[in-house]
């Protein structure tokens, strides 16, 4: 398999999600490894989670979230396969400390701790023009 990073080709991206329009959070893959991912997200004017110019934690979540779920697709395309679909199991825990606006441009570090029978913890910042703004630790799992 062909790697082709860095890549913000929109339809190659999403093939690698189980989300589709509008409720895509990621559009950028920047860099990849077996423990981790760097991912990108320019925040439209017709995302779902903006209100009053600003994109709620609960997009913020979606994003770190979609940015795992492109971790794992990214992994199976290398393997040959389709992507399976996945879920957030749990929060342990997750810190905004900036709310974004319109236009802004994040980019999320996912580092995969440990990887067990389809469960996977993980640790994620998002940055803002370099900035940390939020940062959490999740659980995911697999269908």
Known sequence: MENILP????????????????FVMVHELSEYSENHLLSGF?????????????FQASGLIEHQAQSVALHTG???????????????????SFEAFTLPETGDH??????????????????IVT????EVIAKSQMKTAVK
């Open 42 to 54: 320019e925040i439209k004017e017709d995302s779902l989670f903006i209100q009053d110019g600003f």
């Open 106 to 123: 994040l980019k999320s570090e996912v580092t995969i701790l440990n990887e067990v029978m389809g469960v996977t913890l993980v640790d």
């Open 127 to 130: 940055t803002l023009n370099g």
């Open 7 to 22: 890549t913000s080709d929109k339809d190659f991206v999403e093939s690698l999600i189980p989300q589709r329009f509008p």
């Open 74 to 92: 990214y992994k199976y395309y290398l393997l040959g396969k389709d992507a399976p679909t996945g879920y957030i199991g749990a929060i342990k």
